[in-house]
């Protein structure tokens, strides 16, 4: 307790300064502007006290420890300017650190519903039920509760993560190196920023954290130091009391043969949400579970396993994290409930066919491929017809002249005589086929091998394909007895080219549909090119027709051009004019 006294002297204190606790004799407050304030930290998925700019509220709360009892002053060390970019209020803490811990013991203590919890402040959902995923994955929490081993990481004081690295590695019989890599990664790296071991004759690293573990265990030995391994001493030491006490709170289990391997899987099972496989032999690009993409960075000696834990990641260049410290896995090592095995079907655009790939998964994360047989049609039939889906006209090859010609005339006949209700064989009307079409077939080239025009005639009754046939027929007879292809287009009637001398006698213009929608014609000139457009035939042979005779006769003397062409004789083929 602070007792008044003559001399001046200076008080050194945390933000507990800010409490509403009277000291008498506090006349000046000079105030930093800081404060450590635990935080979780994404990178290693821990909670870790940070050094951060405090908020207004925090700035007066201080302000107002000098004073109390008499004249004072605060001294700020921040100017005028940053003091109106603080925050006006420190975010709580239930919405700044991981809930793992907190969840934990609330969860031992007989809470069955953390959601229905009365709390002060109630956490973010989506950051709870994080929280009681991890505690699952830990193996902390089940379907009835906590478990024993749920129990034991209680008793721990340190994150839930290292709870469980520690208890793994003392039940294989190494509690003391347990208890210190926990120690590692719950502090301050003594080490700094940089590992470098690159002198070190120790070979491929197996673990970022391990080669820590071996390097204080070292110092602590008064042994050299491995590479250019620099040491922060006051770090180790307090690293190493750190884990002096939670060690002595560790049973130890049966010595496992194999050192290493014992802790390596202790790391792991604080960290089995953060396995990542290597994208290829020799890359240090990986993909962790959950879909992210990560980078060993620089500083990690992990070069060779395929499989590792990312124990810290931080920010990279790239989109990528960096993984600082990394921790080899090996697959028979991962927790078999969430490895799971299964077919997966893929539709392979370059191949144009449905594939199947045996896939072996830990979570979401793949850990190995191979090719095999799908065993299930009407699954491949899915796929293919999804992928048929996206686009059809492709797939089904539906712009052939023969198809793409049908399906115009039964647009066409379904705009112009709505009545019949024929399916306009649009998106919607291939939905229900596309199951059929499928079945039993897996790529592009076996669906365009069908009967299509069988298969469309199908989706009509007998009366709607007959009167297609004759209201929209796929070609006219003229009078010259030619059957000509017409011209079915997106908008507009359809056309029909076809040489003035072949609709000799015909005085009107044929009409489909019901006689609803006259013919647009073109009247072909002898060298087949349009010499008249017109859907009004009888007008062309009285006013037009007299004009394009005199030019026409003067450029093709060969050809008959009557006066009269309503009385003429149809040509199928050009014939020399008789006189």
Not at 74 to 103: F, K, N, V, Y
Not at 106 to 128: T, Y
Not at 177 to 186: D, Q, R, T
Request: aromatic letters at 4%; hydrophobic letters at 40%; proline letters at 7%.
């Amino acid at each position: 307790m602070l007792q008044p006294g003559p001399r001046r002297r200076v008080v050194l204190a945390t933000n507990v300064a800010e409490t509403s606790i009277t000291i008498d004799g506090i006349s000046t407050v000079v105030d930093t502007g800081l404060a450590k304030v635990m935080r979780f930290n994404p990178d290693t998925g821990l909670n870790r006290l940070e050094l951060t700019r405090i908020s207004v509220a925090s700035a007066d709360q201080r302000a107002g420890r000098a004073g109390r009892t008499g004249p004072g002053r605060c001294l700020r060390m921040w100017t005028e300017l940053e003091h109106r970019h603080l925050s006006a209020q420190e975010l709580p803490e239930i919405q700044r650190i991981d809930l793992t811990g907190p969840a934990l013991e609330l969860l031992a203590w007989g809470e069955s519903d953390l959601s229905q919890f009365d709390w002060f402040e109630p956490p973010d959902e989506a950051a709870l039920e994080q929280a009681l995923e991890l505690l699952r994955l830990l193996g902390a929490v089940d379907d009835s509760g906590v478990t024993a081993i749920g129990r034991q990481m209680v008793a721990l004081p340190v994150h839930p993560r290292l709870a469980r690295l520690a208890l793994e590695g003392a039940r294989r019989g190494f509690p003391k190196e347990a208890a210190l890599c926990a120690a590692i990664l719950s502090e301050r790296d003594p080490f700094g920023r940089r590992f470098d071991q690159r002198e070190a004759p120790t070979g491929r690293s197996r673990s970022d954290v391990l080669d820590r573990l071996d390097a204080l265990i070292a110092h602590e030995a008064r042994q050299p130091l491995p590479g250019r391994v620099r040491l922060n001493r006051a770090a180790a030491r307090f690293i190493l009391k750190s884990r002096d006490q939670l060690a002595r709170r560790l049973k130890e289990g049966p010595r496992s043969s194999n050192r290493q391997r014992a802790l390596l899987r202790a790391v792991l099972a604080g960290y089995p949400d953060r396995v990542a496989k290597r994208r290829q032999a020799g890359s240090r690009r990986a993909l962790m579970v959950g879909g992210k993409g990560v980078e060993l960075a620089p500083e990690s000696a992990l070069l060779d396993p395929e499989l590792f834990v990312c124990v810290e990641l931080r920010d990279g260049p790239r989109a990528e994290a960096y993984v600082r410290m990394a921790s080899a896995v090996e697959e028979g090592w991962l927790d078999e409930e969430r490895v799971t095995s299964s077919i997966d079907l893929e539709f392979d655009r370059a191949l144009e066919r449905v594939t199947a790939m045996r896939r072996t998964r830990y979570g979401d994360l793949v850990l190995s491929e191979v090719n095999a047989q799908p065993d299930d049609p009407a699954a491949v039939s899915r796929v293919l017809a999804a992928a048929a889906r996206e686009d059809l006209v492709h797939a089904l090859e539906l712009d052939r002249p023969n198809i793409a010609g049908l399906l115009m005339r039964i647009r066409f006949l379904a705009e112009a005589m709505p009545e019949l209700k024929i399916p306009r064989m649009e998106e919607s009307d291939w939905e229900g086929l596309l199951s059929t079409l499928c079945y039993g077939r897996r790529s592009f080239a076996e669906l365009r091998q069908q009967p299509l025009t069988e298969i469309i005639r199908g989706t009509m009754g007998h009366a709607q394909w007959s009167t297609l046939e004759q209201e929209a027929p796929e070609r006219l007879e003229v009078p010259s007895g030619s059957r000509i292809r017409l011209q079915y287009r997106e908008s507009g009637p359809p056309v029909l080219a076809v040489r003035i001398q072949e609709m000799y006698g015909l005085a009107q213009t044929p009409r489909l549909a019901g006689q609803r929608v006259p013919v647009l014609l073109h009247l072909l000139a002898p060298n087949m090119r349009p010499q008249q457009i017109t859907d009004d035939l009888e007008s062309f042979w009285a006013n037009t027709y007299p004009e394009v005779r005199k030019e026409l006769r003067q450029r093709y003397p060969k050809h008959a051009w009557p006066e009269d062409p309503l009385t003429a004789r149809p040509e199928k083929r050009p014939r020399r004019k008789r006189r």
